[in-house]
């Protein structure tokens, strides 16, 4: 099993940065891709960003690129989500996720592990 804890969230003004954190637990995340997802109020959980085990390649969607990077550090068994230029419309509760079974996916049910979420409200 695989346990993953995000934080880093809180509010911010548009324009600014935060940076999320997942940190992994009861197995080594060498092995799994990691994605983030989000979960805008009244919307469909979307895919945010995917890094390979390896941290060798790494995918975004079109919302987010250019103002998103996804990390990883093995040794830490962390991933990273570094958000700049953040919009209102950013504003959701953001998931990482991990998989041991892909090289990388943006479709959630890939994915078998969860965290609980947390909270990023960009203000206007």
């Known amino acids: 099993q695989v346990q993953l804890v995000e934080s880093g969230g809180g509010l911010v003004q548009a324009g600014g940065s935060l940076r999320l954190s997942c940190a992994a637990s009861?197995?080594?995340?060498?092995?799994?891709?990691m994605a983030w997802f989000r979960r805008a109020p009244g919307k469909d959980r979307e895919f945010v960003a995917a890094?390979?085990?390896?941290?060798?390649?790494?995918y975004y969607a079109d919302s987010v690129k250019g103002r998103f990077t996804i990390s990883r550090d093995n040794a830490k068994n962390t991933v990273y989500l570094q958000m700049n230029s953040l919009k209102p419309e950013d504003t959701a509760v953001y998931y990482c996720a991990a998989d041991r079974t892909v090289y990388y996916s943006s479709y959630a049910p890939e994915y078998d592990y969860w965290g609980q979420g947390t909270q990023v409200t960009v203000s206007s």
């Open positions: 890094v390979t085990w390896n941290g060798g390649s790494t």
């Open positions: 009861g197995r080594t995340l060498s092995n799994y891709a």
